[in-house]
């Protein structure tokens, strides 16, 4: 009786129709339920309310991680064609002198970079980041000069192991590479 009345309720169920619920079932008081079981009957209702809302949204995170990872390995072909005698490396993390993450001041977070290209002589030729065409990398650029202000020299680690450094050319955002592909 009380989970139906607070499934009514949370329902936004008008204050006639709860007590002419309560005539129907024969109730003379109302039992409120535990904190538990509300909150358990909150969620119930929440995720039948909103659950197509969701799952649209779970269907548009799926959609965009498919096409972002198309778009990747395209990128990806495209680079190891035109670089045959290099070494193309998937998201390598800037890091610090020490090999540790370079972290953003501001957000505390690293950065990492979609594809790394290592010439035969372990010189890093390029950085590249992968985006849509639609794609804001405003915020991303903002944390990549922020980590260049703070780190006086960046490194990724490639697949080998090494350090290797990045340039500051490589980085700066006249020459940041973004490949926006579709």
């Known amino acids: 009786m009380a989970r139906m009345l607070l499934l009514l309720h949370t329902m936004r169920t008008p204050l006639p129709t709860l007590l002419l619920s309560l005539m129907i079932f ?76 370079a972290l953003d001041p501001v957000t505390r977070q690293g950065r990492r970079m979609d594809l790394a290209v290592i010439t035969p002589f372990g010189r890093l030729s390029s950085l590249i980041e992968i985006t849509s065409r639609t794609a804001d990398k405003r915020e991303q650029e903002a944390k990549t000069q ?26 700066l955002p006249t020459r940041f590479k973004t490949v926006r592909a579709r």
């Open 26 to 101: 024969g109730a003379s008081a109302v039992c409120l339920p535990t904190p538990a079981e509300a909150g358990v009957l909150g969620r119930l209702v929440e995720r039948a309310r909103y659950g197509k809302v969701r799952a649209a949204q779970r269907h548009q995170i799926r959609t965009n991680r498919r096409v972002g990872a198309r778009r990747e390995r395209r990128v990806e072909r495209w680079t190891r064609l035109r670089h045959f005698t290099c070494s193309v490396q998937r998201q390598k993390d800037l890091l610090d002198r020490r090999g540790r993450p």
């Open 146 to 171: 922020r980590i260049l202000k703070r780190y006086r020299k960046l490194y990724i680690r490639d697949d080998r192991g090494q350090l290797r450094p990045v340039r500051r050319g490589l980085l």
